[in-house]
């Protein structure tokens, strides 16, 4: 088996995610960028972006019949692991070679769901990160890297790119047109809040104790999937903002939302957002929202139970008595919301990694409801098109063990057909239909707003 082996270049400045984009990864047909500049909530601000490339080009591109993806990349990273020597220093911690890309909603059908609708993207889009640059913004640095065998020459060059004005950004952002977004969903009003009637229907007989009930907007195509997300990083912000492209396929995330980290010592954390506020230009205003989102008992009770079943899910793949939720029902402030949220940890058996933590978990129990599987078994009949790439899982599966993965939330799938957003609510007992229709509507104006 060909050895493998890292090139890396340091440049002692952040340079500028966007221009990075433009001038390495533009014209590559499958690129990542996994932005975390625009956010002061993460403990180290890093961004990765890049692509695969060369001899050793892969990217996994799976369906839900095509067999395990989470089997199948346990094998792919531990053959890449057996072929690497030790991570070098200056990207320990950091992100440093392994898979970057999705698992979609519809994969719930390997993990105790069932397979009730068929997604127009793949159900899973993995890319092999051959050719990356690290950001770490906060220590302002960047690492320039490539994974190669030895004697690939052309791979240790890309390191060498030249980085002599790549901190500077030129662009200038693109107006967005205004947009009737309520005359795009998929279910209208009347078939979303007969939906939730058959939520509290399901709650009042005992059949669930909360519902992630979500819908689609569907609009036309976007003319340049990268100056929409560039649009949108601006716009709204947030922790896991990223943008994907594989060929005429893009995703375009704001996400305020962990699923899943698992770190180098094998801890594993969930961070499930249950309960939004619209934010308030008036700071009296906004602050009297933030504490009526944290004293509403709806809210609490929503983020109660998610908290609950993800205790169960971490519970199963971690060692007896770690599991523990340092922080209860904390709001969190974005550019256009309030948020509650709370953080759950566990460590991780010997015998489990960081994939077996994802199938544990997966998909987000924030975006089914409680109990899971029969509540997803009561979504596939209100919902009447697949999820797809929303309320699944996107970031990344290192060679050394970690991973960062958030909830596909605030994104949209730019294809040349269609832009598609799916948001969504928890409806409870005490659910006031009206309410839930308005949040949903709030949570797809916050990603889309508008296209031009």
């Given amino acids: 088996m060909t050895a493998l082996v890292w090139s890396v270049r340091s440049v002692d400045h952040a340079l500028d995610g966007e221009t990075v984009y433009r001038e390495l990864l533009a014209g590559e047909q499958v690129a990542f960028w996994l932005d975390g500049s625009l956010t002061d909530r993460a403990e180290r601000r890093v961004s990765v972006l890049g692509t695969s490339a060369g001899a050793d080009v892969e990217v996994v591109v799976r369906d839900v019949a095509d067999g395990d993806v989470f089997a199948e990349l346990q094998g792919l990273l531990a053959a890449k692991r057996a072929r690497l020597a030790a991570v070098p220093a200056q990207l ?24 009730a609708h068929e997604a127009a993207t793949p159900d899973a889009l993995w890319i092999w990160a051959n050719r990356f640059v690290v950001i770490d913004h906060d220590a302002e640095v960047s690492h320039l890297v490539a994974v190669h065998s030895p004697d690939d020459h052309a791979a240790a060059a890309w390191t060498e790119s ?18 009737d977004l309520e005359a795009h969903l998929e279910q209208d009003r009347a078939t979303y809040l007969a939906g939730i009637d058959a939520c509290m229907a399901a709650l009042e007989a005992g ?11 569907r609009l036309p195509a976007v003319q340049d999937p990268l100056e929409f997300y560039l649009w949108q990083r601006e716009r709204n912000p947030a922790p896991y903002s990223a943008f994907l492209r594989y060929g005429e396929l893009a995703v375009a995330s704001s996400s305020p939302e962990r699923f899943l980290t698992v770190d180098a010592d094998g801890w594993a954390e969930c961070r499930p957002i249950k309960g939004t506020a619209p934010r308030s230009d008036d700071a009296a205003q906004d602050q009297l929202a933030a504490k009526a989102l944290a004293e509403d008992e709806k809210t ?7 908290v609950d079943l993800i205790r169960n899910d971490l519970g199963r793949v971690s060692e007896p008595g770690t599991v523990q939720v340092p922080q209860l029902m904390a709001v969190e402030s974005y550019s256009t ?13 010997t015998d489990v990694d960081a994939l077996d933590a994802v199938r544990a978990c997966f998909p987000p129990g924030s975006m089914t409801g409680a109990p899971k599987i029969a509540t997803m078994e009561l979504l596939d009949s209100l919902e009447s098109s697949a999820r797809g790439v929303y309320s699944g899982a996107l970031g990344y599966l290192t060679v050394d063990g970690r991973a960062d993965l958030s909830v596909v939330i605030r994104t949209a799938v730019l294809t040349p057909d269609a832009t598609v957003v799916g948001a969504g609510g928890a ?16 949570k797809a104006t916050a990603t889309i707003g508008g296209v031009s």
């Fill in 207 to 217: 059949r669930t104790y909360e519902v992630c009930l979500t819908n689609r907007v």
């Fill in 162 to 179: 030249s980085t002599a004005n790549w901190w500077m950004s030129g662009r200038d952002q693109p107006p967005v047109a205004a947009l």
């Fill in 300 to 306: 609490r009770a929503e983020n109660l139970m998610i």
């Fill in 427 to 442: 409806i409870v007992l005490d659910s006031d239909p009206a309410a839930e229709y308005d949040e949903m509507v709030l």
């Fill in 92 to 115: 320990a911690g950091l992100f440093n070679g392994g898979y970057v890309g999705y698992f979609g909603y519809e994969l719930k059908a390997l993990t105790g769901g069932a397979a």
């Fill in 337 to 349: 919301m309030h948020q509650l949220v709370t953080t759950v940890r566990g460590r991780l058996r």
